[in-house]
Nanobody, 126 residues
Framework: QLQLVESGGGLVQSGGSLRLSCAAS????????IGWFRQASGREREVVSC????????LYADSVKGRFTISRDDAKNTVYLQMNSLEREDTAVYYC???????????????????WGQGTQVTVSS
């Protein structure tokens, strides 16, 4: 069974940091494009960051550039999202998603992804 499992969410004060993990089972992540998305209460799901299959090209939403970093650890079959300088506006449920593809595949929109994790809540307090 192909599965993604997120972890690392929690409650943090404004200005703090969290590291989210997206662990894969049933497949190897290095041949998959992975994206992090978030959905705040009453708002649509939005892309946060993506990493391409194979060559780890990255993409970030303007709202998180310079604060968030996406990375991949192939040995652990896990993708991370390091979140620094967190703001109240970052409060949301964070999801990771994956889609298999050729080297360099970088996907920016939710409908392009095939599998999704269950989500992890991130709450930033002032």
């Amino acid at each position: 069974q192909l599965q993604l499992v997120e972890s690392g969410g929690g409650l943090v004060q404004s200005g703090g940091s969290l590291r989210l993990s997206c662990a894969a089972s049933g497949f190897t992540l290095d041949a998959w494009a992975i994206g992090w998305f978030r959905q705040a209460s009453g708002r649509e799901r939005e892309v946060v960051s993506c990493i391409s299959s194979g060559d780890s090209t990255t993409l970030y939403a303007d709202s998180v550039k310079g604060r968030f970093t996406i990375s991949r650890d192939d040995a652990k079959n896990t993708v991370y999202l390091q979140m620094n300088s967190l703001e109240r506006e970052d409060t949301a449920v964070y999801y990771c998603a994956g889609a298999p593809g050729p080297r360099g595949l970088l996907l920016r929109s939710a409908p392009e992804y095939d599998i999704w994790g269950q989500g992890t809540q991130v709450t930033v307090s002032s």
